[in-house]
């Protein structure tokens, strides 16, 4: 069965978006999705990297909001815009691999990116986040407590530091055999590659230095 690493923060309403394709994408294609929380400021720090926020260029600055308007229109997501974008989310980070400890992942990743971008919750609110997790059936009290172990907050630095070190430098980012796909507009193309693929080793994408593109 072919994986796909999905590198996601919760703050990313990109990541949300590709977080709301993920379902299909899996009933479509035999494969198994690897979520891979990532704290996405420090990825930018890691990469060298910069939230679109910080763009020196207004227009573009403008651009990128645009574009997530069009995109949620375009997958029909369910969408409101967090009331304090950009919320803390490392917190948020560490209570998912708490959840991945505990085997009830789905539900909790579920229930965060819901209350984040499809109702718009204040997720800075650790009242509105007890209420959250409670209402998805989740020991609330020791997911967050749990978050709280030196362990969990290492492993979450070692994630951040393993996928600068492959190559990622914002999410969502996703991983095919080595293969980086940034963007949840670039689910297209995976997509298309996985079909490629599929068909044997001569139909797979084209290595980029046969086409003449250097890196």
Request: hydrophobic share 40%; glycine share 8%; aromatic share 10%.
């Amino acid at each position: 069965m072919k994986q796909i690493e999905f590198l996601f923060d919760y703050v990313s309403p990109f990541a949300y978006l590709a977080h709301h394709q993920m379902k299909s994408l899996k009933a479509r294609h035999d494969v198994e999705i690897i979520h891979r929380p990532i704290l996405l400021g420090g990825l930018f720090g890691l990469a060298g990297s910069t939230s679109p926020l910080n763009e020196p260029c207004a227009p573009k600055r403008e651009y990128f909001m645009k574009s997530l308007g069009r995109w949620v229109s375009y997958h029909q997501a369910p969408f409101q815009m967090s009331p304090v974008f950009p919320f803390r989310s490392i917190g948020l980070l560490r209570m998912a691999l708490k959840a991945q400890e505990w085997d009830v992942f789905d539900r909790y990743h579920d229930a965060i990116f819901q209350a984040a971008w499809a109702e718009g919750q204040d997720m800075n609110d650790e009242k509105v986040l007890l209420d959250i997790l409670e209402d998805a059936g989740l020991d609330a009290q020791g997911i967050i407590q749990g978050a709280k172990e030196e362990a969990i907050k290492e492993k979450l630095k070692t994630e951040t530091q393993r996928a600068a070190d492959e190559g990622a430098f914002g999410v969502p980012s996703f991983f095919v055999d080595g293969e980086l796909y940034w963007g949840q507009d670039h689910l297209l193309l995976l997509e298309h590659d996985l079909v490629q693929r599929s068909k044997g080793p001569d139909k797979a994408p084209p290595d980029p230095v046969s086409l003449g593109v250097e890196p």
